[in-house]
């Protein structure tokens, strides 16, 4: 089945300062990357996805970029403020078949932005 | 526009007895997927239901069964809890399979 890994697992970082975050995955056949936030004692919402038809997107301060030929895409977040502060996950999930919908997470990463 | 609603809230089991987590996905949408989120984890695909039926299943025994009504809403059933169930079991909604998925606020089971 489909593994994700994720890089590094803690994170800190100074306010104004760049966080990137990675992932590999393991099953090509992947085509859809979301990434989560998570803030303590909440629910995962989803901040940003990429489609494998797409080599990079971005929204304001977040960036996501794909590497298929490498199997591993990543998670930029540019000028940090305190309240990106979370843990982040990346998650995979499978084109079509019996996988349809299922997404496979990874470890997470403790995002630290120190004012 | 309401979101995925989740109840209860917290729940505390002894081990042995079984539980039951309720989920009403996002206005619109129509499949809904369980996760299992253990802490300091990533969450743990449980099952995913669309059209009233079970469609895909994680690496779950049977213990864990599930239900969705007409209305779109599920259930997740865990019989014989072990101390290992404890967990923030989250569900996520989506439109027929579409790609995105929207979390609910998750129930926080405790077994002891």
């Known amino acids: 089945g489909e593994n994700v890994e994720q890089h590094p697992s803690t994170l800190s970082v100074q306010e104004g300062d760049s966080a990137v975050i990675k992932c590999t995955y393991s099953d090509s056949a992947s085509n859809y990357f979301p990434w989560y936030k998570q803030e303590l004692g909440k629910r995962p919402q989803l901040i940003i996805d990429?489609?494998?038809?797409?080599g990079e997107k971005k929204d304001q301060r977040i960036a996501v970029t794909l590497n298929k030929t490498a199997k591993h895409f990543s998670l930029h977040i540019t000028e940090t403020q305190p309240e990106d502060s979370a843990v982040y996950f990346c998650a995979a999930r499978r084109a079509g078949g019996t996988s349809y919908g299922k997404l496979t997470f990874g470890q997470g990463t403790i995002l630290t932005v120190h004012p | 526009d309401a979101g995925v609603t989740q109840s209860p809230t917290h729940l505390i089991k002894t081990r042995g007895q079984q539980v039951t987590l309720r989920c009403s996905p996002k206005s619109g949408h129509d499949t809904v997927s369980w996760y299992q989120q253990a802490l300091g984890q990533g969450p743990q695909f449980i099952f995913q239901y669309y059209e009233e039926e079970e469609r895909q299943r994680g690496n779950f025994p049977d213990r864990f069964s599930g239900h969705q009504y007409p209305n779109y809403s599920s259930e997740l059933n865990v019989n014989a809890l072990l101390l290992g169930d404890s967990a923030l079991y989250l569900c996520?909604?989506?439109?027929?399979?579409?790609?995105?998925?929207?979390f609910g606020p998750g129930t926080r089971l405790t077994v002891t």
């Open positions: 990429i489609r494998s038809n797409v």
């Open positions: 996520a909604s989506s439109f027929r399979g579409a790609y995105e998925q929207y």
